[in-house]
């Protein structure tokens, strides 16, 4: 705050299982006088239909490759199993770059745990703050997919090797994470969410955390 501003942060978690008490009463009292309400991606129909479209348009392999082949034995393995496991065609995900299986995998996973956005932060807030918070936000589709996508062939492969490391070991990561949100555990949330794609691929951990965290701190 400054002498005629304040902000107040809050991190969310985009998909949520229904009916978890997540929201403390300094979140409610900030939204009641906020003049502006700030997402990482507008929240609307729109935007969200163009998401979908983008991705499926910028996220397909060219029709002599495959994904399956990308990877080492044992993560093909993975993504195997990962796909028996969360009922997800194995056939489309052999045509998806290896960010995009890694959005398809993670959403199937949510489904599973019972999640999903219509419960997430961003919604829930879209919908209930007062008309009168502007709604503003800090990424447009295209400059969103363009992080994933642009991010070179090898780091999307390390990250989504990791996250098929991550979903053999603990199937139950996803829960987990978010009882660690829900208890504002910071350093778990650190370790768990961001400390093994800070590992395994950190120039797509630059590009999806440091740089965006620096563009977004020049809008705040």
Not at 50 to 57: H, K
Not at 135 to 145: H, M, N, T, V
Not at 182 to 188: R, S, V
Not at 207 to 218: A, D
């Amino acid at each position: 705050r400054d002498a005629d501003s304040e902000l107040v942060l809050f991190g969310s978690v985009h998909v949520l299982p229904p009916g978890l008490d997540w929201r403390p009463a300094e979140l409610d009292t900030a939204l009641a006088k906020a003049d502006d309400l700030w997402f990482e991606l507008p929240i609307d129909a729109a935007s969200e239909a163009r998401v979908g479209q983008l991705a499926a348009a910028k996220g397909m392999l060219p029709p002599d490759q495959s994904l399956t082949k990308m990877l080492s034995p044992d993560s093909a393995r993975r993504l195997e199993k990962a796909a028996a496991d969360l009922g997800v065609s194995m056939a489309v995900l052999d045509r998806l770059e290896p960010w995009f299986a890694e959005v398809a995998l993670a959403g199937a996973q949510f489904m599973k745990s019972g999640a999903d956005a219509n419960s997430g932060v961003e919604k829930t807030l879209a919908a209930s703050a007062p008309a009168s918070a502007a709604r503003k936000a800090f990424e447009s589709p295209e400059e969103q997919i363009a992080i994933f996508d642009a991010a070179p062939l090898p780091e999307q492969i390390a990250s989504l090797e990791e996250s098929l490391r991550e979903l053999e070991r603990n199937p139950r990561a996803y829960d987990e994470l978010v009882a660690v949100w829900m208890a504002g555990d910071l350093k778990a949330l650190d370790d768990d969410a961001l400390g093994p794609i800070r590992k395994a691929a950190p120039g797509l951990y630059a590009r999806l955390v440091t740089q965006r965290n620096e563009r977004w701190t020049k809008a705040i």
